[in-house]
């Protein structure tokens, strides 16, 4: 009885806090915990619309069918629910807003509003996520939005860091050059800043550079999927495209390389930030160095 009334509370619970936010579920078949083709592609797409929220927080629950020992449903559950965790994470999700990944075990029969058994414990076999977006921001007053500028322009702009002395060994990281989740094109915001430092790359023909590429979120230090070509190699990706940017704004490709630095370094802080582009000082020549100037 006590089991009984706890399911439904989650039940109602669950429901109501869903009105709020925005859900989606994962189904498994009997007795496994690995995603299914089709419903990994499901949950993509349902990731896909997530590039452009600003997410609070991500609770993940799994549940099971009403069969087998309660021991092994609370087990299976939590397996269902951690490799949903896996998948969010390797495509971009920051784990900080994964707040919740709880096996909840089984759902009995009679939650569901539906007369074929098979067909409810089918729909029991799931794993829920829910999303709680971040409140919109309110728009900031004019005087605290000028004292912003003006701390903000105190700090050099990348191309102009790359007009002045650099050195063999500096890394010059490509601020405000942001990227989509999962994906390795610039955010549109972002394009008059790369155009900036490709300009400024382009007069300073004395300096050879690697250009590096970076992820944020997934675990073990590994790269994240390109959700475009589906490989796990979103890091390199974002460096072969500011690579092939540069190229086209007449930057020398014997002056660049490219590498992709997984989620080796990460920054710290919004993980919008993880995803980013730095570069490498490799070479500096001298006598191109004073031509140049």
Same mark, same amino acid.
């Given at each position: 009885? @006590? *089991? ?29 915990? /690995?995603?299914?083709?089709? /419903? ?11 590039? #452009? ?11 099971? #069918? ?14 269902? &629910?951690?490799?949903? *965790?896996?998948?969010?994470? @390797? ?10 990944? #709880? ?15 098979? %067909? ?25 939005? +000028?004292?912003?500028?003006? !701390? ?5 702009? =990348? ?8 050195? !063999?060994? #500096? ?21 008059? =800043? ?5 300009? &400024?790359?382009?007069?300073? /023909? ?21 959700? *475009? ?6 890091? !390199? &990706? ?25 989620? *080796? ?6 993980? %919008? ?14 006598? &191109? +160095?004073?031509?140049?100037?």
């Amino acid at each position: 009885m @006590n *089991k009984l009334f706890t399911l439904t509370i989650l039940f109602f619970v669950s429901i109501t806090y869903a009105q709020n936010n925005i859900t989606h579920e994962v189904y498994f078949e009997t007795d496994k915990y /690995e995603v299914i083709t089709t /419903e990994e592609n499901r949950l993509l797409l349902f990731i896909s619309g997530l590039a #452009d929220i600003d997410i609070e927080s991500i609770a993940i629950f799994g549940f099971c #069918d009403d069969v087998g020992a309660d021991s092994y449903n609370q087990k299976l559950s939590q397996q269902r &629910a951690e490799a949903i *965790k896996a998948i969010l994470s @390797n495509h971009e999700i920051s784990e900080n807003v994964i707040t919740n990944v #709880d096996g909840k075990g089984e759902i009995l029969l009679k939650i569901v509003n539906e007369t074929n058994v098979a %067909k409810i414990r089918g729909l029991n076999r799931k794993v829920q996520i829910i999303i709680n977006p971040k409140p919109p921001i309110l728009p900031k007053p004019v005087e605290a939005t +000028k004292k912003e500028a003006s !701390v903000e322009e105190k700090k050099l702009e =990348t191309a102009e860091v790359i007009k002045g002395d650099v050195k !063999v060994g #500096d890394k010059i990281r490509f601020e405000n050059i942001l990227f989509k989740t999962g994906y390795s094109v610039i955010n549109p915001e972002s394009k008059k =800043t790369l155009n900036d430092i490709a300009d &400024a790359l382009v007069e300073r /023909e004395d300096i050879y550079f690697t250009i590096e590429g970076h992820v944020c979120c997934t675990q073990f230090s590994r790269d994240a999927i390109d959700r *475009k070509t589906k490989q796990r190699n979103l890091s !390199v &990706a974002r460096a072969k495209f500011v690579y092939d940017y540069f190229a086209k704004k007449g930057v020398s490709k014997k002056r660049m390389r490219y590498l992709g630095m997984r989620r *080796k370094f990460p920054l710290g802080g919004d993980p %919008k930030y993880d995803r980013r582009v730095e570069i490498v000082i490799t070479y500096v020549d001298d006598k &191109a +160095k004073k031509i140049s100037r």
